[in-house]
C-alpha cells in the first residue's frame, strides 16, 4: 500500500472550515483514500473514503487531486469536538493486503474557540 | 445498537501469566482486526481476519495469538505477558476490510 504523509499538526478557528492535506503520490490506481479520526485515546472513527471523484457525507468532504498523488479532508464548520489525530490512509481494496488497515503518524489538528 | 465490544476495559497482570482479551461484534462483520497503541509508534496493526478460519499475521504479531472460530468473535491470546506488551489495545470490525472499520472502547493492558 502507498505511503502517505501528512503535516505533524494543524490549528483552526471553531466555526471555519479546516482543511487536512496528505500526500500520496506512490498511489496505484485501485487504491482507495481513507480518513479516520482518533480522539483522545478513543477507538479511531471512520471518516470518509474516495477513489477519484470527490466525496461528501454528514461528517466531512474529501477532495481528490485528479492525479490522485494528493488528497483534501474538509470539516466544514469545524467545532471543538473535532479535535483530533487525523489519519489518512491509502489502501488496495482488492489485494493481497485487504484488511490489512496500516496508521500512520497523523495529522494532530487542535481547534480553538 | 451495532457496535464492538472489548472485555476487560482494563487490566493489569503479571509476567507470564496467559490471558485472553475478548472481541465481539454484532454487525455480522467478516472483517475483523486488532491493533496495539503506544506513544510515539502508532497504532500497529498485530493481527487481522477475513473470515471465520481466516487470520493473517499484522506488522506486531510476536508474542500474540488469534483464533476466529465464529464469525462475531475475534479474541486475542497472550500466552506469555511480558511487560513490552503493556499497551492500549483496539479491536474493530468491518464488513469489507478498509471501508468504515468500526472499533471497540480499547482495553488497557499494564504487564508487570
Known amino acids: 500500500d502507498a505511503k502517505t504523509t501528512q503535516p505533524p499538526s494543524m490549528d483552526c478557528a471553531e466555526g471555519r472550515a479546516a482543511n487536512l492535506p496528505c500526500n500520496h503520490s506512490t498511489i496505484s490506481g485501485n487504491e482507495y483514500v481513507y480518513w479516520y479520526r482518533q480522539i483522545h485515546s478513543q477507538g479511531p472513527q471512520y471518516i470518509i473514503h474516495?477513489?477519484?471523484n470527490n466525496e461528501t457525507n454528514e461528517m466531512a468532504s474529501l477532495i481528490i487531486t485528479e492525479d490522485r498523488k494528493s488528497s483534501t479532508l474538509i470539516l466544514p464548520h469545524a467545532t471543538l469536538r473535532d479535535t483530533a489525530v487525523y489519519y489518512c490512509i491509502a489502501l488496495n481494496a482488492g489485494g493481497t493486503s485487504y484488511g490489512k488497515l496500516t496508521f500512520g503518524q497523523g495529522t494532530i489538528l487542535t481547534v480553538h474557540p | 445498537e451495532a457496535q464492538v465490544t472489548q472485555n476487560p476495559r482494563y487490566l493489569i497482570t503479571v509476567t507470564g501469566k496467559k490471558l485472553t482479551v475478548t472481541c465481539s461484534q454484532n454487525?455480522?462483520?467478516?472483517?475483523m482486526s486488532w491493533y496495539r497503541q503506544d506513544p510515539g509508534l502508532g497504532l500497529r496493526q498485530i493481527y487481522y481476519s477475513m473470515n471465520v478460519e481466516v487470520t493473517d499475521k499484522g506488522d506486531v504479531p510476536e508474542g500474540y495469538k488469534v483464533s476466529r472460530k465464529e464469525k462475531r468473535n475475534f479474541p486475542l491470546i497472550l500466552e506469555s505477558p511480558s511487560p513490552n506488551q503493556t499497551s492500549l489495545y483496539f479491536c474493530a470490525s468491518s464488513p469489507t476490510g478498509g471501508y468504515g472499520y468500526t472499533f471497540g472502547s480499547g482495553t488497557r493492558l499494564t504487564v508487570v
Open positions: 474516495g477513489l477519484k
Open positions: 454487525m455480522n462483520h467478516e472483517y
